[in-house]
Structure formats: structure tokens, C-alpha cells
């Protein structure tokens, strides 16, 4: 598994460097941590002959911002060894580096998550204020856009109280859906671990529903299948025992409502540590969803969300 872990040094950073322990992560694996500079690649060798024909003042100026530049990119090096040096002591067993790169933060994530073969980004949230909330609008909602991986976006619950962990996954019966049930399901969680799977019902995924029912029907000669309630019960019950095989302790819930705000109130009620989400839902509308749900319980959530998408391994298979 290749872990991507972007990094800034404020403490949301750190809090998801400790939450790290409590995501179920291989005993083995690759990681990086990436700590983005804000500002302007480094110039070419030889890039200050060409302003010689600049005022001497401006010429001056530009150097300056140059050096500035400089050393905000060794401190980013040196926020990411240090960020190295804490995941490496969680866990000795990882292959573990560090980089830093002039970049914009989201974009650079991407980049650094394409040329690697990134399987999972780890990202700080900021939270539930106004500057907070930008953080989750310009950095996070881009890399959960546009990522070719799974993102986590981690936030650290203050208090456990001594109580098993709380994991929700989100089921609608889709590709990606099942792809989160199988991620949790194939990691290394507590053995008191107790997982929730939540469906929520409304009328888009009912009309989904009912296209795929309708097929289903086509190919039957017998049976009635146009029951909603029935295959929704089936369904979600099925990604339920389909972790209990994996020696997890599973049970499925079917709401009304909206998605997103049944999450959330689920997540909220269960006092839920992390929940996990497909990226892609029963529609097929990618993007709808990036926008409507996962975002909206990323940036709404009180615990850790995690964005799944199938691991590429899996689909070059």
C-alpha cells in the first residue's frame, strides 16, 4: 500500500499523524510526507543572467524574493522530515520519506499522488470555522475531485472514554460502495472494532434502484423483484456480513432521508470515530456526488472521512 500523508506543521497536521494509529493501516507499507511551499518553483541554473538588463532595484528585489522563496522550501523539508521521522516511530515496519516541493497544495498532492501510484492520501482537516471551512473548499474538495485514489480527510476525537472504535460505511450498492466495504474490511482494526453499515433512501436512489431491479427482471422468468424494500434489505444486510466473514462486528441500518444528513446524524448519534464513503454512488453521477455528499460530510462531519476508490492494483486485475 502506498500512503501519501500531506503535511503543513499546523496541528491538524499532527492530529492526523496521530489518528493514523486508529485507520486499520497495513503492518507493512510505502509512505511519503509531502509538505507543500506556496510559492514559486525554484529558478533554473543561470535563470539571474537573463535579468541583467533589469533596474538594479527591481533586479535587487527579485533576488530577495527569490532567497525567501529558498527558505520557505527548506523549512517545508524540514516539516516534512520531522512529520517522517513521528510516522516512522508509529510504525517501524513502513518504508517511510520525505518531500517537499514549491507547489500549490492541492495540486501539488495531486501530482505527487499521480506519479507515485499514491493508493491512499492522508489529509489534516481544519475543522468547523470560516478559515477552517476554506481549507476544506480549497484543498480538500479538490483532492477528493480529482484524485485518482482514496482520500482520507482525519480528525482526531479529543475523548475515546475507553470504548471500542466506531467505523460507519456509507452503501448504496455501488461499485464504489462495495470497494469501501472490501478497504475496510481487508485492513487490521481492533477486535472489539464496530462497524455500522448505514443505507440512506431517497428518491434519486430509488429510481436507481429501480432501473437495476428492472434489469434483473428481464433476465428472470419467476419472482417478484420490483420490491424496493426487500433488495435495499438484502443489499445492505449482504455488505454486512460480508465483514463479520472478516471477523468484524457488522450490523446494517436503512434510513429515509437525505444522504448526506443521514450520515452526518449518524455519525453525530453512534459518536462515530470514521466514516467511510464510495466515491463514485448507485447513479454513476461522479461529480454530483463528489459535490453533494462527500463533500458536504467531509466538511460537516464531527470524526474522519474516507473517500474510497477501488485500489488500481485492483483494476488493472
Known sequence: MNILIGYDGSECADAALRELKRA??????????????DVWPPSPPGAEDN?????????????????????????????????AHIVQASFPNWNVRSHASADSPAWGILKEADEWLADLIVL????????????????????????????????????????????????????????????????????????RVVTA??????????????????????????????????MTESAAERLNVA???????????????????SARDWEADCIFLGATGLTGLRRLLIGSVSSAVTAHAPCTVEVVRPRRLAESA
Not at 146 to 154: D, L, Q
Not at 161 to 183: H, K, W, Y
Request: aromatic share 4%; proline share 2%; net charge positive.
Open 24 to 37: 486499520g493501516l497495513p503492518y507493512e507499507a510505502r509512505s511519503v510526507v509531502l509538505t507543500i511551499a
Open 51 to 83: 535579468m541583467s538588463d533589469l533596474d538594479q532595484r527591481i533586479r535587487a528585489r527579485v533576488l530577495e524574493l527569490r532567497e525567501a522563496d529558498k527558505r520557505v522550501l527548506v523549512e517545508a523539508g524540514n516539516k516534512a522530515a520531522r512529520a
Open 201 to 234: 433512501v431517497d428518491q434519486r436512489m430509488l429510481s436507481a434502484i429501480a432501473t437495476r431491479v428492472l434489469r434483473l427482471r428481464l433476465s428472470l422468468e419467476n419472482g417478484d423483484n420490483n420490491n424496493h424494500e426487500a433488495w435495499l434489505e438484502t
Open 247 to 265: 471477523e468484524l462486528k457488522a450490523t446494517s441500518f436503512i434510513a429515509q432521508g437525505e444522504p448526506k444528513r443521514v450520515l452526518l446524524d
Open 124 to 195: 489534516g482537516s481544519h475543522g468547523m470555522s470560516v478559515t477552517e471551512r476554506l481549507f476544506i473548499g480549497s484543498v480538500s474538495q479538490r483532492v477528493m475531485t480529482h484524485a485518482s485514489c482514496s482520500v482520507r480527510v482525519a480528525r482526531e476525537r479529543k475523548e475515546y472514554n475507553g470504548r471500542p472504535l466506531r467505523l460507519i460505511v456509507g452503501f448504496d450498492g455501488s461499485t464504489d460502495a462495495q470497494a469501501a466495504v472490501f478497504e475496510v474490511a481487508s485492513r487490521s482494526w481492533p477486535k472489539d472494532t464496530e462497524i
